[in-house]
Every structure is written in structure tokens, then in C-alpha cells.
């Protein structure tokens, strides 16, 4: 696995230096997950472990590893 | 049972946690506030002529930092590029004190004594009424000072960052030999310079393995006179 994510503060790195945090999820009324481990685009969240040390939320295709959009996890402050 | 009179005066003797490599290589050491500092290796002249050919590497861990946090850093105008995400400003106090933006409310000031009072004066002066949370950080971080002209092919061979991309007067957190690091690089000097900071734990590690993977590009310690005279 090889790609790259834009961090807010810290610019574009090598995925190496994020830890994955795993995908953030929908739940349906009746508790379950939906959207969950399928092809496609998921929303995830990343820490940048190497960088500046904070929370991601990152939409990546997983088939592909193409990231489409990252930005700062709630509760994070640019 | 009797224990031995504290001696008059007598205060702690301060070593970086590359003392003990210095030691080995036959360093000159000198005093600063009761640091235990390398001044020469192999001389001055000597040291100075092989970082201007190649790159040299001196151990600044000594010298005092202090960091400053909080939101109310997000707020505050500062003159320079420490303005900015990543800015690193030079201001001058007892010698070049920079201040390293991290993050919009984490800054890093490091000076070239070690004396923090030069910090904790510089911090007032920047931020006089902001509410801050301010730490002495001088033995949290191992700090070199690279120096030379194949330092960025060094660098090269210890970390993914393209060092090319970081510009004078900026900062970047990375990886570095596996760990973090802190990379800045200073307003422009007469050779090419970069400074390493990394946790002071990992200090050791570190050094040795920039010495290891960099044995061809010709890397030499060098004392506090030889990197004094160079930058």
C-alpha cells in the first residue's frame, strides 16, 4: 500500500508516517453499520503519527488508494 | 553512618546524550552553564574545511528551548514567517533565537545559548498578554546542526521528505531513521545548513545512525567553534 495524504498543517507526505484509525461509519436506526468494508470511497480517520500529531478525516477510494478529499477530524483546530 | 558535605557551591554536570560518543572520539569538551559540550574533534580548521567540502554535524542539545501553546497563539499577528503554518522567523537576543511555527497553536523557540531566560524574554516580547502555556523543552529534544553541501543527499538516506520542498525559513515534522523529527531549515547561511531535532531519548540512536547510512558522503562531527564559525 503506497499513496499520499495532504495533511491541513504539515503538507503532502508519504502514508508512512499516518497511522489509519479506522473507517467512520453510518449507523442505521436499528444500530447497524451501513457503508461498511465495501469497494469503494469511505470516509476514514488518520492520525499523523510523524507530522503534527492530529486527528484526519480522509475519503479514499479503497480500491484504488485514490484520496479524495482530506480535512481536519472534529474537534481538530486548524 | 555519615554521608559526605555537599561542596560549597558545587552544581550538577550537564551532559547531552551524545556525551558518551564524544567522549569516545577524543572530543575537547567546554563548559556552558554547566554543560558538558563538545568545542573541537579533530580541530577547527580541520573540521571546518570538511563540512565546507561535505557535510559536517554538531550537537546542540544543549543549547535552551522553550514551547509555547495554546489557542490564543492561533490570533496573535507575528511579524516573519513564523506567521505562518511551518514559518520559521530569526530574531536576535544573546545570539539567533528562531521560532518555529508547528501548528497554528504550537510554536518552538531555540536559542543559541542555554540560557532559557533569552527565550522567556523573546516570548514577551512576541506575546505579551496572550494567555500561553509555555514549557522548558530543553531536555525533551536532542537538537544537531547540519551543515554542508551534500546534507540534503544525507537527509536522503534517512528520510521520505524531499528536502528540496522545505524551504528557507520553515519547519516540517516528519519521519526520520523510523522516529520523529522535527527538520528546520534556517534563513539562508553560507553553506547549506539544516537543523534535526528528535525526542532526547532517541538522541543517540539517531546520530548513529546518520553516521551509518551516510559513511560515503563523508559526514564528520563537529565541535561548537567549527559550527559557530560556520554559521
Known amino acids: ?78 | 553512618m555519615s554521608s559526605a558535605p555537599a561542596a560549597a557551591g558545587s552544581r550538577p554536570v550537564l551532559r547531552t546524550p551524545l556525551h558518551h560518543w564524544h567522549n569516545k572520539r577524543q572530543a575537547r569538551f567546554t563548559d556552558l552553564d554547566g554543560w558538558q559540550v563538545p568545542a573541537s574533534f579533530t580541530g577547527v580548521d580541520e573540521e571546518v574545511a570538511g563540512t565546507r567540502h561535505a557535510a559536517g554535524i554538531a550537537d546542540l542539545s544543549a543549547f535552551a528551548k522553550l514551547s509555547l501553546r495554546g489557542p490564543a497563539l492561533a490570533g496573535l499577528k507575528l511579524e516573519g514567517k513564523a506567521g505562518q503554518p511551518r514559518g520559521v522567523s530569526t530574531y536576535w537576543s544573546d545570539g539567533p533565537i528562531l521560532a518555529c511555527r508547528l501548528t497554528p497553536d504550537r510554536m518552538l523557540l531555540l536559542a543559541s545559548t542555554t540560557t532559557i531566560s533569552v527565550l522567556e524574554k523573546q516570548r514577551q516580547e512576541l506575546a505579551p498578554s496572550a494567555e500561553l502555556i509555555a514549557g522548558d523543552e530543553t531536555p525533551a529534544y536532542a537538537g544537531f546542526g547540519l551543515l554542508g553541501p551534500r546534507i540534503e543527499e544525507l537527509v536522503r538516506h534517512v528520510s521520505p521528505l524531499d528536502l528540496s520542498t522545505l524551504a528557507e525559513e520553515s519547519c516540517a515534522e516528519t519521519r526520520l531513521a523510523g522516529v520523529q523529527a522535527l527538520l528546520i531549515r534556517p534563513a539562508k547561511l553560507p553553506v547549506p545548513s539544516l537543523r534535526l531535532y528528535v525526542s532526547w531519548d532517541l538522541g543517540e540512536y539517531v546520530w548513529e545512525t546518520l553516521f551509518e547510512r551516510s559513511r560515503h558522503l563523508g559526514l564528520i562531527p563537529i565541535g561548537l567553534e567549527a559550527w559557530k564559525r560556520l554559521s
Not at chain 1, 503534527?52 to 480522509?58: E, G, H, I, Q, T
Request: net charge neutral.
Open chain 1, 1 to 78: 500500500m503506497s499513496f499520499q495524504l495532504t495533511c491541513p498543517n504539515c503538507g503532502l507526505r508519504e502514508v508512512g508516517e499516518f497511522r489509519y484509525g479506522g473507517e467512520i461509519v453510518e449507523v442505521s436506526l436499528g444500530g447497524a453499520a451501513v457503508n461498511s468494508n465495501l469497494p469503494g470511497k469511505q470516509v476514514e480517520r488518520w492520525y499523523h503519527l510523524f507530522g503534527c500529531r492530529r486527528w484526519l478525516k480522509v475519503e479514499r477510494d479503497v480500491r484504488n488508494n485514490q484520496v479524495h478529499s482530506v480535512s481536519w477530524l472534529e474537534g481538530e483546530t486548524g
